[in-house]
Nanobody, 115 residues
Framework: QVQLVESGGGLVQPGGSLRLSCAAS????????MAWYRQAPGKQRELVAA???????TYASSVKGRFTISRDNPKNTVYLQMNSLKPEDTAVYYC?????????WGQGTQVTVSS
């Protein structure tokens, strides 16, 4: 079956860095557009960053210049490098994969930015 498994979340101080990973299985990964979303308590889920099958990237304005999305097709993995983290980046981060009508989500990983 299809699985998207996130890892790399945790507690970090403001100004710190984290790298999230999302390992995919059960799909032809190279065909999928991949994205990271996040949801903070009491807020709607929002798009953080996305990368197409061809490698083009898109970022939310709130993270542009601080976060970088990348993918490693042979490893079936998408990454989110997060630098200069702020308390407002605190949220559950979700991995998403889309190809035509197929749309899959991971279970999420918690990122907490606090001193």
């Amino acid at each position: 079956q299809v699985q998207l498994v996130e890892s790399g979340g945790g507690l970090v101080q403001p100004g710190g860095s984290l790298r999230l990973s999302c390992a995919a299985s059960g799909i032809i990964f190279r065909l999928y557009a991949m994205a990271w979303y996040r949801q903070a308590p009491g807020k709607q889920r929002e798009l953080v960053a996305a990368i197409t099958s061809g490698g083009s990237t898109t970022y939310a304005s709130s993270v542009k210049g601080r976060f970088t999305i990348s993918r490693d097709n042979p490893k079936n993995t998408v990454y989110l490098q997060m630098n200069s983290l702020k308390p407002e980046d605190t949220a559950v981060y979700y991995c998403n994969g889309v190809y035509v009508v197929q749309n899959y989500w991971g279970q999420g990983t918690q990122v907490t930015v606090s001193s």
